[in-house]
């Protein structure tokens, strides 16, 4: 071989190392995994949606609207009593439905006068992800087409109606029960609220949490590198005291990167909140201030937790090179909470999908946000309590392997290995 083929072997052997190919794979996965998860939404936008009821107007263009309900959604409930409607309600829920819509007196009434004819919706919502709207979504296409067919015999019919009647006949009026609370928001309204709150602060604890383990991780190799972390080791300090160092110093910085967030969290809600039609606190979408007292415990605990194994870790990397595969872990175990907090709910999630997600304790500042949006205290408390706990267990590894001399003379496993190939 030529001494360029030599030069372009001894680059790809040193460049195609696995701690540059697993990451690869990994993230054409998660890609791949997206696509079908857009998949997935596209093929329940066109499953019927599950609903009831009730036509107190009994007229001839209020049938158009139940008419096609019938033939494009599946109805497990009808009636033209409006007494009926807590009985509907139940129904729904009980089948997992979507919404229970009441067409009102005076429904045809009204369109002919010139004036939009009112439906009220009562929506079930289950969850704020993005798969737990896809029923409503689907629901909000047929009353639209709905609406079209009522509009399609007025401009046919030639009648004298207002043009922006003709072309909009029917107004509705939404109702959301969502988690024990009555929101006179939609489902599609509510979810993008969530969105503004919830979904881009998983994003961003993700990129803290990488961020700060990246840095621990290249820290702990370098100093392995130039043999400083050896020096230090053989002077006569405590090793408690090293960690406790190390540990303090990493408290620090999480305590810092948790303040820069709240800030930033903070500022970012009070201009939602501030900006548009919609006033977040008017439908008790916000965080008070013991909310963002707790939001903040929980990053700064799990910025601690993730520092601590991101230093044990970094005790098994030789070199700053070597480093690189060590950050892949905590990398996936901030992306796959990080994924599954955007697109679905923790309540809608299985029992076993929601103790998976449970035990990754990156996920429990990015479940916090929304939790806590409705109340859920118990959830939050508990995932602090948990993340303490497992904060706790791996500084004390980590103080373990300090206190041996597996950092001077590698690894117990590593010098069997050796002592192996010296006899033979």
């Known amino acids: 071989m030529s001494a360029l083929g030599n030069i372009i072997s001894k680059e790809l052997k040193e460049l195609l190392t696995p701690s540059a190919i697993i990451p690869i794979i990994v993230i054409a996965l998660i890609y791949g995994s997206i696509g079908s998860s857009i998949e997935n939404i596209q093929e329940g936008l066109q499953e019927k949606p599950i609903l009831g009821y ?17 033939n494009n959604t599946d109805v497990i409930f009808n ?15 009980e089948k997992d439905g979507v919404a229970l819509l009441l067409i009102e007196q005076n429904f045809s009434k009204n369109i002919l006068n010139d004036s939009q004819g009112d439906i009220e919706i009562y929506w079930i919502m289950k969850g704020g992800g993005i798969f737990d709207t896809i029923s409503s979504d689907a629901l909000e296409r047929v009353l639209y087409s709905s609406s079209q067919e009522i509009s399609k015999i007025l401009i ?67 100093e392995k ?26 408290a620090i910085i999480g305590l810092l990167f948790a303040i820069i967030y709240m800030f930033g969290m903070n500022n970012y809600l009070q201009g939602l909140s501030g900006s548009g039609q919609l006033n977040l606190a008017d439908f008790g979408l916000t965080l008070g201030n013991q909310d ?81 949006i409705f109340d859920n205290y118990l959830l939050v408390i508990s995932g602090i309590i948990y993340v303490l706990i497992f904060a706790i267990v791996i500084i004390s590894i980590v103080v373990w392997v300090f206190k041996t001399d597996r950092l001077l003379t590698g690894s117990t496993l590593t010098r069997k290995i050796r002592l192996f190939r010296k006899r033979f």
């Not at 003709?166 to 969530?194: C, H, M, N, Q, V």
């Open 292 to 372: 963002f007292i707790l939001v903040g415990i929980s990053l700064f605990i799990t910025l601690i937790a993730a520092l601590a194994l991101c230093m044990l870790l970094g005790t098994f990397a030789k070199n700053f090179k070597s480093a690189q595969t060590f950050v892949f872990p905590v990398t996936m175990l901030a992306m796959i909470p990080m994924f599954i907090t955007i697109f679905f709910d923790f309540e809608t999630l299985p029992l076993i999908f929601k103790g998976l997600l449970f035990a990754i304790p990156f996920s429990h500042p990015m479940i916090a946000t929304r939790a806590l």
């Open 225 to 250: 590198e130039n043999k400083t972390l050896e020096t230090l080791l053989t002077l006569p300090v405590k090793r408690t005291s090293i960690v406790t160092g190390k540990i303090a110093a990493s």
């Open 156 to 222: 046919g019919g030639n009648t004298t109606i207002n043009s922006t009647i003709a072309l909009w006949p029917t107004k509705r009026i939404d109702t959301t029960y969502f988690k024990d609370k009555e929101i006179r928001l939609s489902p599609s309204t509510i979810s993008g609220l969530l969105a503004s709150q919830s979904t881009f602060m998983p994003i961003i604890i993700m990129m803290l949490i990488i961020f700060a383990g990246q840095m621990i991780i290249s820290s702990m190799a370098l």
């Open 54 to 70: 009730i036509d107190e107007d009994n007229s001839e263009l209020s049938h158009v609207i139940t008419n096609y309900l019938k």
């Open 79 to 93: 009636s033209t009593d409006i007494l009926d409607k807590s009985i509907g309600l139940e129904q729904v829920k």
